[in-house]
T-cell receptor
């Protein structure tokens, strides 16, 4: 089954404790992206990747890191989480930047 | 960068009536316009998209129209049903820009 998976689905953590949210896709997609969703603000892009070892900033990259060492994986790293990073995070993948994006199930992150 | 705005933010319709959501975009070079539907607690999923070389596209009860001169595109849902109740996001991108800019979303409520 073609899919995008994310782990964990839910995470409660404390300020400053490094965490990683994993994202994996099995569709051989070139393009992958991370979004955060906050009430009233829609979906805002954090980082994206056009291919292995090629990543770039989206609209709200501050406080986040990503890596793309393999085509299928695109982890999101929060080196020192803060409460304003409490949000719903979605990973997505697509053939290219101008095609349908397939979203993962989402990760609900709470930073206290 | 691209700025996408959606109106109205909330739309209530009687079951069986039509719903129309309009989006405006700022970048005249944008050429890809998808619409995503997000049901409560679920991930966004593509329902229809249109490219700038066509003015209208239809898929059963859903249609999208594009006015490049005015830089707006609209989602039309006919014969609405309770399962159409969701948040709808429009987005815009242009080839090579590597970015998909989302609007803030419209809550559509279909009243039985």
């Amino acid at each position: 089954e073609a899919q995008v998976t994310q782990n964990p689905r839910y995470l409660i953590t404390v300020t400053g404790k490094k965490l990683t949210v994993t994202c994996s896709q099995n569709m051989n997609h070139e393009y992958m992206s991370w979004y955060r969703q906050d009430p009233g603000l829609g979906l805002r892009q954090i980082y994206y990747s056009m291919n292995v070892e090629v990543t770039d900033k989206g609209d709200v990259p501050e406080g986040y890191k990503v890596s793309r060492k393999e085509k299928r994986n695109f982890p999101l790293i929060l080196e020192s989480p803060s409460p304003n990073q409490t949000s719903l995070y979605f990973c997505a993948s697509s053939l290219s930047d101008n095609y349908e994006q397939y979203f993962g199930p989402g990760t609900r992150l709470t930073v206290t | 960068g691209e700025n996408v705005e959606q109106h109205p933010s909330t739309l209530s319709v009687q079951e069986g009536d039509s719903a129309v959501i309009k989006c405006t975009y700022s970048d005249s070079a944008s050429n890809y316009f998808p619409w995503y539907k997000q049901e409560l607690g679920k991930r966004p999923q593509l329902i229809i998209d249109i490219r700038s070389n066509v003015g209208e596209k239809k898929d059963q009860r859903i249609a999208v129209t594009l006015n490049k001169t005015a830089k707006h595109f609209s989602l039309h849902i006919t014969e609405t049903q309770p399962e159409d109740s969701a948040v709808y996001f429009c987005a815009a991108s242009r080839r090579g820009n590597n970015r998909l800019a989302f609007g803030k979303g419209n809550q559509v409520v279909v009243i039985p």
